[in-house]
């Protein structure tokens, strides 16, 4: 199915599923006193849509979501619609990812949410990272002769799966700062589950890549490749398992994902699973939403705040701003050979301190500080002042007052995952990025959602040469995450919410959309449509399609190796200043839209 094919089998859907709309746009007016979702949100996601083809920004004045799939827009647009705040509108924007873009995020992963409040300038971060079950060893991900498993051998299955945070996560978070009813935002979610929502071109392309895996386990298989053949673009696809999850969820809480029937479900399917997992009913009894420090880095004035360990996302790109501070990379420009090494080596030095130094907090001392002191970064800058590639890439030795041993992690971390940005009426901010880890996660499906994969984020390797790895395994631990959901403010007030999937790649997605933002002043659409040049580890991944022939050389001429890839971040970002604008990845089916 084409795209356009499917854009009007979605609209005909979404006419289907709400039928105040189709009643309304019988005469095309809206009724004295109500919301105008009716006659005005089907033409105006066309107009989101067509902004996004157009390269240009979608804009409003009073409140904006950005999201992978038009559905999930739509469910948070009606939200903010009728007074909800961020937070209530990312619960309907996650209930409806989970069903429409299952291979990415829901209920069975798990999430980092950074939050502005308008109420008192604070940002808070909330960590609903997935974690390791109690039995879990640093040998969970090695054969019986210590060797690291191969990462599908280790993928699939229930030894990958940790316990999922989102339920919890999206019900803290509501629990803060929503004003609406909770079980009400859940609606959209239920009927579309119930009546069946048009899988999309990008869910069956995904589903057919992976056909082989997703037939392991028979419940995964049944829903995804009825009849044994991979689901089609267009077609009406129901998950009734998943709307009885979601009702529980909305009259019950978090508690029966957690000490219920539906944490039965998970440890059932876990333990039966093709290769069985550990984790057990007092796992998922044990697991909570850790409130963290916000991790915040300045650039140009600027604060960048996100999310801090186990996830190495806000780290990382702080620490690459902090290294190009003292470069001019407004007069450098986007199309400049130098500014893409600039940027390339910068984030190659910040992965090598993230490959040593990151991981879960509560188990490993992490030099926070240390690592963002702008006096370090300063010296790791002065690496970059030669014109050509570094040769080789150390971890520095950041300060801190405790003994920092560790061996080098490797990097394992695959792409999919979903980044949400909303910001509501009374000017509270959202970024939430939100993860299976893998496309389709661990493969096992229980109550009507995917289980995560999120344990293989953990270092296979436990230690080098006798010495450990900071993000080994260990019993109740949260592995190492890229995830990077940003908030950019200006002297406190918020200028830029912004996040992506892409594996390790969300690091470079961000930091460069930042410097879009900042350096180059591009508005957010033009910000997160620029080709991408990524560097993580040394070989410089090139945009297919996107980045010319010219660049490739002069990037080769500096001594760097390069490669060119498809490169499928999936960048949302809504900016405030002079009202709203909203970017959607065009990489992706996601949309922005505001009123
Ligand atoms: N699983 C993707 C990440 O957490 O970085």
Known sequence: ????????????????????????????????????????????????????????????????????????????????????????????????????EPQSSGLGGGAFLVWYDAKNGAVTTLDGRETAPLAATPRLLQDEAGEPLGFFEAVVGGLSVGVPGTPKLMEEAQARWGRQDWAGLFDDAIRLAEEGFAVSPRMAESVARDAERLAVHPETAAYFLPGGAPIKAGTRLRNPAYAESLRALAQEGSAPFYTGRLAKGIVAAVKGAAKPGALGLVDLALYEVKERAPVCAPYRGFDVCGMGPPSSGALAVGQALGILSPYDMTGLGPNNPQTWRLIGDATRLAF????????????????????????????????????????????????????????????????????ISIVDAYGNVLSMTTTIENGFGSRVMANGYLLNNELTDFSFRSHRDGVPVANRVEPGKRPRSSMAPTIVLWKGTP?????????????????????????????????????????????????????????????????????????????????????????????????????
């Open 495 to 595: 200028v830029l919410a912004v996040g992506s999937p892409g594996g390790s790649r969300i690091i470079p997605y961000v930091l460069s959309t930042i410097i879009a933002y900042i350096d180059w002043q591009m508005d957010v659409q033009a910000a997160v449509s620029r080709p991408h040049m990524v560097n993580r580890f040394g070989v410089f991944d090139l945009e297919e399609g996107r980045v010319s022939q010219g660049m490739a050389e002069a990037l080769a001429g500096m001594g760097f190796e390069t490669r060119v890839r498809g490169l499928n971040s999936g960048l949302h970002a809504i900016s405030l200043e002079g009202g709203l604008r909203g970017g959607a990845d065009p990489r992706r089916e996601g949309l922005a839209y505001g009123e």
């Open 352 to 419: 090598a301190d993230r490959g040593r130094y990151v991981a879960d907090s509560d188990y490993v001392p992490v030099p926070v500080e240390g690592m963002l002191d702008q006096r370090y970064l300063t010296d790791r800058a002065e690496l970059l002042r030669p014109q050509r590639a570094l040769e080789a890439v150390e971890p520095g030795t950041p300060e801190f007052d405790h003994a920092l041993n560790w061996a080098d992690d490797e990097d394992r971390a695959a792409p999919s995952t979903s980044h």
């Open 1 to 100: 199915m084409t795209v356009s094919k499917y854009l009007c089998f979605l609209a005909a859907s979404v006419l289907a599923a709400w039928p105040v709309w189709a009643e309304e746009r019988a005469d095309g007016v809206a009724p004295e006193g109500q919301t105008a979702i009716g006659a005005a949100a089907q033409p105006e996601l066309a107009a989101a849509q067509a902004a996004k083809d157009a390269g240009r920004p979608v804009a409003a004045e009073e409140w904006m979501v950005a999201a992978a799939h038009p559905e999930a827009v739509a469910a948070g647009a009606k939200i903010l619609r009728a007074g909800g705040t961020a937070a209530d509108a990312m619960v309907a924007v996650q209930a409806v990812l989970g069903l429409v």
